[in-house]
């Protein structure tokens, strides 16, 4: 099986249980736990989100392919995570009091391990041992809500399982095709520098931080200042696009690494742009029809304005995310992250003063339109740029 086909099951296993989790805890458990549950999600995306910038995405774009960089990708990834559950726990001490910290902590460890599992494996040759681990949490959330056994502290217990494993795994790969991972065999200067140099962290962490905010800012809002069941519901409708993260997670996944071999940059990126948004509006007009048709048969949502909106709005959310996406291959390729931490800087000050509007006029049913919004300019400032250079 080639690795496209490999890496198109392994995001849609993903999002699936993301998509099936969201539902099955609104239909069996109630609005509390979709919001504890997805504020956890949150909070594990947001330091995903820097590890993904200063981590992940250089390891994918520049040295992926390059001999010696899987050892010390891992203890790069080592290093960064013990940090990350560092910050897990301040994030815990400042969040209300339904969240749990063995929650957020086993939401993070699952997804920060299987998206590091993902590459090491790529990188190794063997990219089919990835599918494990959300292939069985589909199975489990399947045949639970076939036989009504479904239980939310056995589905966390089977996601640290899971992540233990790939951690596991991984170690044993690696030992017969590569002799281990090992620490003296780090090259100090080449390490530092790939992963800790002072200027490109810098960058890295100032466009995560400016990334994290126009994606996960929201959320976190709603977490705190809208009722249960109106913030339960935006939750669901970002679930319902999750075909649509798979696309984008995927191609950028196979792209990523392809520009530095392209001999006109701009022309690959114009070309992947047309890619980008053709796959994510047939993708998005369906996950729009087939969210309609169940959450107005299966849970008995009003066919109002807010529900319609709401829909429409995450529809463009998620095609403007797609959409900037190649540009974002330019950017980390040329190093220009000053361009991208601009458009995303202004795309901030957007989001932020929709969301006074929202919150000092009470027009939370309109928070759907205040997150496009912010992706629309995001979107006009990030084209400008391509067409300047």
């Not at 959330?141 to 596991?168: K, P, Q, R, W, Y």
Request: net charge neutral; glycine share 2%; hydrophobic share 60%.
């Amino acid at each position: 099986m080639s690795l496209k086909y490999i890496l198109i099951i392994d995001s849609f296993a993903d999002s699936f249980f993301n998509f099936m989790i969201n539902f099955i805890l609104l239909k069996l458990v109630g609005d509390e736990v979709v919001v504890t549950y997805g504020l956890a999600m949150t909070y594990s995306l947001v330091i995903t989100s820097f590890l993904r910038m200063i981590l992940f995405q250089p390891f994918n774009v520049l040295y992926i392919n390059v001999d010696g960089a899987l050892n010390e990708f891992f203890f790069a990834f080592i290093t960064y995570f013990f940090l990350a559950c560092f910050i897990l726990v301040l994030f815990y001490l400042i969040s209300p009091g339904f969240l749990s910290f063995y929650l957020l902590l086993t939401v993070f460890s699952y997804i920060a391990i299987h998206e590091f599992y993902r590459l090491a494996l790529i990188s190794l040759g063997l990219p089919y041992l990835i599918l494990f681990s959300p292939f069985f949490i589909c199975f489990y959330l399947l045949l639970g809500v076939a036989n009504s056994f479904f239980n939310f502290d056995t589905f966390l217990f089977l996601m640290a399982v899971c992540a233990a494993f790939e951690l596991f795994c991984f170690v044993v790969v690696s030992f017969f095709k590569t002799s281990g991972m090992n620490i003296y065999n780090l090259r100090l200067d080449t390490f530092f520098d790939r992963y800790f140099n002072f200027y490109n962290l810098k960058s890295r962490l100032l466009s995560a931080l400016l990334q994290l905010s126009i994606v996960h800012l929201p959320f976190v809002f709603i977490s705190f200042f809208l009722a249960s069941n109106l913030a339960s519901s935006v939750f669901i409708f970002r679930s319902l696009f999750q075909p649509v993260q798979i696309v984008i997670k995927t191609l950028d996944t196979l792209k990523s690494k392809m520009i530095s071999g392209a001999k006109d940059k701009k022309k690959f990126v114009g070309d992947n742009i047309r890619v980008f948004i053709l796959s994510s509006l047939l993708v998005g007009l369906l996950c729009c029809f087939s969210g309609f048709l169940i959450l107005y048969s299966f849970f008995d949502y009003e066919i109002d304005f807010y529900f319609i909106s709401s829909l429409i709005c995450w529809f463009f959310v998620f095609v403007f995310m797609s959409l900037i996406r190649p540009v974002e291959f330019l950017q980390v390729y040329l190093n220009y992250y000053r361009a991208m931490n601009s458009a995303y800087f202004f795309a901030l000050i957007v989001l932020s003063v929709s969301l006074a509007f929202v919150y000092f006029l009470d027009f939370y049913e309109f928070i759907s339109f205040a997150i496009v919004l912010s992706w629309f300019s995001l979107t006009i400032f990030q084209l400008n740029w391509f067409r300047s250079i």
